[in-house]
């Protein structure tokens, strides 16, 4: 079966889903990367982007500098999709270790975002 999908346009000739996450085909994310980065334009680094919906396309995590209102927190996220919201903002579905329940995060609070890595990961790296 299929997965239907949402589309957003964008001021681009391409149509591409409004959400991504697990099931979205793997041919498709450096499309979707292109198209998100410039929905979000300057607002939102083009990093963040590539490093959450590659964390998503991977079942990861990333370590974000999260900023709401006037406080900044540090987040371990888990994310599941990101996605176009109704308000054309873009945003990351993803479970927070800080608030241990699964949440949406708003792209453009995100100040710093790093994929999260362990010991083995830099054992592996060497090898």
């Known amino acids: ?7 957003v346009s964008a001021p681009v000739t391409l149509i591409v889903p409004a959400q991504v996450d697990t099931t979205t085909p793997l041919t498709l994310f450096s499309t979707v990367e292109e198209v998100y980065a410039r929905i979000a334009g300057n607002a939102i ?6 490093l959450l919906l590659e964390a ?3 079942s990861g995590a990333v370590v974000v500098l999260y900023r709401h209102d006037s406080e900044t927190t540090a987040r371990v996220l888990w994310p599941v999709a990101v996605f176009v919201s109704r308000e054309h903002a873009l945003v990351c579905r993803a479970y927070c270790t800080y608030r241990q329940q699964y949440r949406n995060f708003r792209l453009d609070r ?3 975002c790093h994929p999260l890595t362990t010991p083995d990961d830099y054992e592996a790296a060497r090898a």
Do not use: C, F, L, W
């Not at 079966?1 to 589309?7: L, N």
């Not at 680094?45 to 590539?50: C, G, K, N, P, Y």
């Open 56 to 58: 998503t396309r991977d």
């Open 45 to 50: 680094s083009r990093e963040i982007v590539h």
């Open 110 to 112: 995100m100040a710093a």
């Open 1 to 7: 079966m299929q997965a239907e999908y949402r589309t």
